[in-house]
Structure formats: structure tokens, C-alpha cells
């Protein structure tokens, strides 16, 4: 059983990335999909969460509007569209799933509801 959490880089400010989460070994549509992040000096905290199957989304209010969660459960992936950047979303991001299935049904930003972690990938936001 495995995640992993890919595409992070440098980017500028107002500049956009897209995050990569791969699962292997279970099936990555039976789970909910929960994003984190870490910054510098500071605890992890939940960005943003995508439900199963019934297309339901969550976002910190800090990403609201900037990013956007989807998943292609097909291909056993979950992404993280990463627009209008800034400085401060500087952070190691992380992938993870829950088998609570739906956003709503638990905490989705405590990361003790998440079953499987990817490692992270960073993210830098700079000029």
C-alpha cells in the first residue's frame, strides 16, 4: 500500500502547479482524498479534502477560489490544482486517504481520520 505525492517545484508568485497523488496497492476510489500541508516552523494543516463518489469538496478558507481538488479514480489518482499562488503557501504537501469515503462525515482536517499517507513533495513559492 502506497502514495505518493509528486510535482511540486519552484514557481513565482501568481504562478500555478498541479500536485500528483499515486496510490498502489488499494483502491484509491473507495477512500476520501485529504491534501495537507507543512510549512516552515509551523504545524501540518488540512488544505483541502475530495470525496468519493459523489463529487463533494472541501477547502481551507485560505486556498478557497485558488485551488481545486479532483481525483480520476480510473487511474487510481488524485491531483491538486494549484493557481494564484503565494509566498505564503510555501510548504511540504501532502496526499492522503481516508476510509471515511465522505468529506463530510468526518474531521477532515485532523490528520489522525487519514489511513494512508504519501510522502510529501515540496512546494516553493518565490521570485
Known amino acids: 500500500v502506497q502514495l505518493q505525492a509528486s510535482g511540486g517545484g519552484l514557481v513565482q508568485p501568481g504562478g500555478s502547479l498541479r500536485l500528483s497523488c499515486a496510490a498502489s496497492?488499494?483502491?484509491?476510489?473507495?477512500?476520501?482524498i485529504g491534501w495537507f500541508r507543512q510549512a516552515p516552523g509551523k504545524e501540518r494543516e488540512g488544505v483541502s479534502c475530495a470525496s468519493t463518489s459523489d463529487a463533494s469538496s472541501y477547502y481551507v478558507d485560505s486556498v478557497k477560489g485558488r485551488f481545486t481538488i479532483f481525483r480520476e479514480n480510473a487511474k487510481n489518482m488524485a491531483y491538486l490544482q494549484l493557481n494564484s499562488l503565494h509566498p505564503e503557501d510555501t510548504a511540504v504537501y501532502y496526499c492522503?486517504?481516508?476510509?471515511?469515503?465522505?468529506?463530510?462525515?468526518?474531521?477532515?482536517?485532523?490528520?489522525?481520520?487519514?489511513?494512508?499517507w504519501g510522502r510529501g513533495t515540496l512546494v516553493t513559492v518565490s521570485s
Open positions: 492522503a486517504a481516508s476510509r471515511y469515503r465522505y468529506c463530510s462525515g468526518f474531521e477532515w482536517r485532523g490528520e489522525f481520520e487519514y489511513d494512508y
Open positions: 496497492g488499494f483502491t484509491l476510489g473507495d477512500y476520501a
